[in-house]
């Protein structure tokens, strides 16, 4: 598998954006949960205050930090040309 570091700030993006205002999807919660709690050292938590009371545009400044790390800015940006 390549790329292994970039899952975890995917995964947490993926996450904040289902715990938003409106966007909530109890199975993507679940899954993510799961893997958070059994597969990483992740705070859920702490996740999920995170996100609370946030809209899916307030909170992509801050999940944009966290993708940073990975080349997901690079890949939108070849897939946008």
């Known amino acids: 598998m ?5 899952i975890i700030p995917i995964l947490t993006a ?16 679940n899954l993510l949960k799961y893997l958070f ?7 859920v938590n702490m996740l999920t205050l995170a996100c609370i009371g946030k809209s899916k ?5 801050e999940l944009d930090e966290i993708l940073k790390d ?12």
Do not use: H, L, V, W
Request: charged content about 25%; proline content about 2%; overall charge positive.
């Open 37 to 43: 709690i059994n597969c990483t050292n992740a705070n």
């Open 14 to 29: 993926i996450y904040c954006i289902n715990q938003t205002n409106g966007n909530t999807d109890t199975e993507i919660s």
């Open 2 to 6: 390549k790329n292994t570091k970039e």
């Open 70 to 81: 990975t080349n997901f800015k690079k890949y939108m940006e070849r897939k946008n040309k």
């Open 57 to 61: 545009e307030s909170i992509m400044p």
